[in-house]
């Protein structure tokens, strides 16, 4: 027998972007049935963010001996557990998971069914023995490594995201093919961490951040000892004695082969719609992701669908944003539109690269010459000195009016600087106001104000403006 509930919101998935809804809805009274056939915390505190920042750690831990003897502190050998590191990895899944879990949610007072769902009707969907008959539903199935089609793929072993955490040695030679965030993080962790590492991207590793600043980056994995070949197309793999052969190929049609013990394949991710029966729901979808308005909302009114799964940004924190727009727009009835230029990335290699708001290149499409781009280099940062962290740029793009509307950053805590950027970029405030504000001496977050003021550099050469300083001088 079928049994049927009739809630007031149905939530698919149980990863960042689902939990932030049910736990927001059920903390007003509302009545939430959440659905999730796979591990509650989704991907990213199983198989991406979480153990990815954590293996970071043992890597940013194993390479102290350089960064020690540049400061004068010599630490000796530095001897790498990987066993250990993946330990690590796995205690901090383990000590987070207990947020996330099924029995937390339940005690929130959502109704959680460890099920497959599937929607039979436009307003059902059947999760196992049960029908959920919900005012709103909320698809947040997530995504999930992304494979491409290269030829004898399938015949070797390879790993993804979803697998590479459970190595419980270090590849001697691991082989990435992808050039972007994901690929390049754990090719920097698995070098810091006593393999050999060669990544293959088929057109520039970075690519989707400011290409001089990601030259910051590339040429400091490079420099510990990472090989990374751009332009490089992968033709084919096959599996060898001791691992694999990657056959290549460059812009200038040369082949080549690299052999290495393992494989990762990252080359991005795909939204996880199979076998949700979206048709019978009138919802439109395709290979990259559920179709969304810019409220987040499907053809189908009743249905929203959110974080990866609508092929967006694929980000946590974008999961969350999307939570909370659905929350003010199914509780509140308010408007509620995404804006993607407000949303802030980062790559966590050693050094950081991190961006918010339009790149350069999309300013001046937008505002042509009535940008400027405002630099401060971490060399005249006395933190960055004091702690011999000089490599780094920091770029603000000034809109009219000096607006802030976009950063670019490379260097130590790139991360944390582009916090502040994104509160700027989402207030709309201007240079007169990054300029303004006290910066703690000495911080690295006085970068923000170096460059803020240099947009001011002219003022001092304005000859209206000297008239006017002459001109007050008058008054005593």
Not at 329 to 348: G, H, M, Q
Not at 387 to 392: A, H
């Amino acid at each position: 027998m079928t049994s049927v509930l009739k809630p007031d919101i149905c939530v698919i998935g149980a990863g960042s972007a689902g939990l932030s809804v049910a736990a927001a809805a059920a903390a007003f009274g509302v009545d939430v049935v959440l659905v999730e056939q796979a591990k509650m915390g989704g991907d990213c505190l199983n198989s991406g963010c979480v153990p990815s920042k954590a293996l970071l750690a043992s890597a940013k831990a194993a390479a102290a001996e350089a960064a020690g003897k540049k400061v004068g502190v010599d630490l000796g050998p530095v001897g790498v557990d990987f066993a250990r590191a993946n330990d690590h990895v796995h205690a901090v899944i383990a000590a987070i998971a207990p947020h996330d879990s099924e029995e937390r949610f339940e005690g929130l007072g959502v109704t959680v069914l460890k099920e497959h769902a599937r929607f039979t009707a436009p307003d059902r969907v059947l999760a196992g023995e049960t029908e959920i008959r919900a005012r709103r539903f909320v698809v947040a199935t997530g995504s999930r490594a992304a494979v491409p089609p290269i030829s004898g793929l399938d015949t070797v072993p390879y790993l993804t995201n979803e697998t590479l955490f459970d190595l419980r040695q270090a590849p001697e030679h691991l082989i990435v093919i992808g050039g972007g965030p994901i690929g390049m993080e754990m090719a920097q962790a698995h070098r810091r961490l006593g393999s050999r590492v060669t990544v293959l991207e088929a057109q520039k590793a970075l690519g989707k951040d400011d290409p001089e600043l990601a030259a910051v980056v590339i040429d400091a994995l490079r420099a510990e000892g990472v090989t990374i070949l751009e332009d490089t197309k992968v033709a084919g793999v096959e599996k060898t004695g001791s691992g694999v052969s990657v056959t290549t190929e460059t812009a200038d049609g040369g082949r080549n082969s690299v052999e290495g013990s393992h494989l990762l394949v990252a080359t991005g991710r795909t939204p996880t719609v199979d076998g949700l029966d979206l048709e019978k729901a009138g919802v439109a979808y395709d290979r990259r992701g559920i179709k969304v308005d810019r409220g987040l909302r499907t053809g189908n009114r009743r249905i929203y669908a959110i974080g990866d799964v609508t092929g967006g940004l694929q980000f946590t924190h974008v999961a969350g944003y999307h939570a909370g727009l659905v929350i003010r727009s199914i509780l509140f009835r308010l408007p509620a539109k995404e804006n993607r230029d407000l949303i802030p990335w980062v790559t966590y290699t050693s050094p950081e690269l991190g961006h918010v708001g339009l790149t350069e290149a999309e300013a001046r499409s937008r505002y042509g010459d009535r940008i400027k781009v405002l630099q401060a280099d971490y060399a005249g940062n006395d933190r960055a000195q004091a702690e011999g962290k000089t490599t780094g740029r920091l770029k603000l793009i000034a809109g009219p009016g000096g607006r802030l509307i976009g950063a670019d950053i490379v260097g130590t805590q790139a991360g944390e600087i582009v916090n502040l950027l994104s509160l700027a970029i989402s207030q709309k405030l201007t240079m007169k106001a990054l300029a303004g504000f006290v910066a703690p001496y000495p911080t690295l977050g006085e970068l923000v104000r170096r460059a803020a003021i240099s947009y001011y550099s002219e003022a001092p050469k304005n000859p209206w403006v000297r008239r006017v300083v002459q001109f007050l001088r008058f008054f005593g």
